[in-house]
């Protein structure tokens, strides 16, 4: 499977099954952590890559940061726009690739929400984070939510689940490939009897594969979480996130 399916998931019903799948409640949980975590003071710049439809992006400059959205996904943008305009704050949207980022030692922090790495090829995923890391100031601190780490991932792996949110009933059919280190989740979406199917791919790293990768880009660890109360990551947590400073 070329790694690029990502260009062409993103849209219609995949896009609305992800909305009905994140309640406000985990957004402000989100925000709140993120905040936190980042350290910094009221009006400080902050990159959400990739930022989706800004729920996050919109939550932390209802705080006082002045944020910066990038998300290769045009219905996304959109709405991020009108979100954020029926909040009355601002925020610079773009709709780039998250490889692409045209920034140099300007963002006083920076974050990747949602399980949005993986996608690419080893070389390609040192990229994004290679392109985040220059974005950053000297120092400033860039959270990444790894879900899909292995060792979070495989203690729990499910071949097919069926999950109904709204009008919508996802079947995912994963295969996990070993010698790839990496899996194959296959939806088929269902909604008033119409299906629509999409193939997908992740790279699934250890923990210390990740933090080699992070190491690379120049961002170093400062702390692994287990969960959004700070609890320490260790095996079988679902889900890790990782903060990481600019060297």
């Known amino acids: ?9 993103f849209h219609g019903i995949a896009l609305d099954f992800w909305r009905a799948a994140i309640s406000e409640e985990q957004t ?3 925000a709140d952590f993120i905040n936190n975590q980042l350290q910094l003071p009221v009006g400080a710049r902050l990159l959400d890559v990739p930022c989706g439809n800004g729920r996050l992006s919109i939550e932390l400059a209802a705080f006082g940061f002045e944020l910066t959205g990038v998300d290769i996904a045009v219905e996304f943008i959109e709405e991020a726009k009108r979100n954020s305009a029926a909040r009355s704050v601002s925020i610079d949207w773009r709709n780039i690739e998250m490889r692409a980022l045209p920034w140099a030692n300007e963002f006083d922090g920076a ?3 949602g399980n949005s790495f993986g996608y690419l090829e080893d070389g390609e995923n040192v990229d994004f984070l290679k392109a985040v890391s220059q974005t950053l100031k000297p120092g400033a601190r860039f959270i990444l939510d790894a879900p899909a780490i292995a060792e ?3 203690p729990h792996f499910l071949e097919k689940r ?3 949110l709204g009008d919508v009933t996802a079947t995912i059919d994963t295969r996990y490939d070993h010698e790839q280190s990496r899996m194959f989740p296959s939806f088929t979406f269902v909604r008033n009897g119409v299906e629509d199917k999409r193939s997908s791919s992740q790279r699934i790293y250890t923990y210390r594969e990740l933090v080699g990768l992070l190491s690379e880009a120049g961002l170093e660890t400062v702390e692994a979480y287990g969960s959004l109360a700070e609890e320490p990551f260790k095996l079988g947590a679902h889900r890790l996130l990782i903060v990481t400073r600019k060297a």
């Open 152 to 154: 979070c991932l495989l």
């Open 162 to 164: 069926t999950i109904e």
């Open 28 to 30: 402000r949980s989100e």
């Open 111 to 113: 974050f990747c929400f």
């Open 1 to 9: 499977m070329k790694t690029n399916w990502w260009e062409h998931f």
